[in-house]
């Protein structure tokens, strides 16, 4: 079940940034991961800025149009920064698990124990991710499409794949599955027919201007917005569940289906979080042969290689016609490219925190990314009661002095702040909420 404990996310790890002297020197945390993760939720976390509206009180600015840019989804085809947040998410998770398997089996954990956990956490997370996205509804909001849910839907399988190749020192079968998952999905959507040219998109939530300047022609046309694969299914599967009005689109787009090839992108992280541990490990057992202190090895060549590659192929793929990259539907290109733009972004934590050792700088990320779950619902949460308090007890105009424009901005900063104090105060007590 979800506890509040003292144990570290990452199982088996300690929760200090200060170079120490561990008794087993695999045991050291991987800091740079905490880091990225912290960055992750800071940026999904600071939507309360409002940067859109701190633009359109500026429209001449250029400043605050890259701001507001990257903090806001792109409409289709693209990619801003704040698109790169439910990818990194995912990753994520891909690059704990095998650290995470290797801590409960070296605790003894049978196969049948870290399976129920796989399912226990999975099922979890599919009921918080409903929930979650039930606040603001009449009665239980079953979609399906949000990042927990998406996680929750494809954890299992991922635990599976983890566990089996890990008995192996060879990444071919998880190569080759994630291979076989993007191929058969785009396969899938390759195969179901495009709208016809008289299709009527407005039955569908798309205006003909949205539809002029972002559907696909030729055959990327299989990838348009609510006329695909994707939402044919969930006009199917979503009305299964009680729901306030019979399900017939979703107004930005995305999909319960989805989830799959998320799966290929916590599949990419678990193949860095094989690199990452194996490279830890091979260097512990070398430095304990030499009875001398072990330094740092990433392997950042490799991640900055696939980071790369996986970049220029979903381009490619998108500018040849055969799969377009849309993060809202989750294209496979989309799984590839972002997937590359995650490997950079592990790259560079690594290469500054583990490998150069400039770990002090990351501690207010930390903070944050050893308390992820607790920083995704903080974030569903506390934003109207602060506001509420702020407006109480400083006044209604009181986040003005700079200006009208910049008031969403500065009590933005302000709310962001309380996040992370009460992130901080959980950090200082070691009280980490494990799933």
Known sequence: MATITQAEPLAGTTPVLRDVKPAAPAAVRNVAIDAYRGLVM?????????????????????????????????????????????????????????????????????????????????FVLVVLGVFLRSMDHSMTYF????????????????????????????????????????????????????APANFDWQSVGVSSAWNAQHNFTGFAAHWNKNYNFGNRFDQWFLNLFPREHPFVYNDGGYLTLSFIPTLGTMILGLIAGRWLRESR???????????????????????????????????????????????RIWTPSWTIFSGGICFLFLAAFSWVIEMKGFKKWAFPLVVVGMNSIVAYCIAHFMEEFLVSTFRIHLGPNFFQFAGAGLEPFFRGVAILLCYWLVLFWMYQRKLFLKI
């Open 143 to 194: 979609t399906f499409e949000d990042t927990l849910s998406q996680i929750g839907f494809g954890y299992p399988f991922l635990f599976l794949l983890g566990y089996y190749s890990s008995k192996t020192p060879s990444l071919k079968w998880i190569w080759t599955s994630l291979g076989l998952l993007l191929f058969g999905y785009w396969l899938a959507w390759a195969l179901y027919p495009a």
């Open 42 to 122: 800071v940026l999904m976390m600071a939507e309360v800025l409002q940067l859109s509206r701190v633009s359109a009180a500026y429209p001449a600015s250029l400043f605050w149009k890259i701001l507001a840019y990257n903090q806001t989804h792109v409409e289709w085809f693209g990619c801003s920064l704040h698109d790169t947040i439910q990818p990194g998410f995912s990753f994520l998770v891909g690059v704990a698990l095998p650290y995470s398997i290797a801590s409960r089996v070296a605790k003894g954990a049978r196969f049948a124990d870290l399976l129920w956990h796989a399912l226990w956490r999975s």
């Open 281 to 327: 490990s091979g260097e512990s057992r070398h430095f304990e042969s030499q009875s001398l202190q072990p330094r740092p090895t990433v392997p950042v060549s490799k991640l900055l290689l696939l980071g790369v590659v996986g970049i220029a192929l979903g381009l490619a793929l998108h500018y040849s016609g055969i799969c377009p990259v849309v993060k």
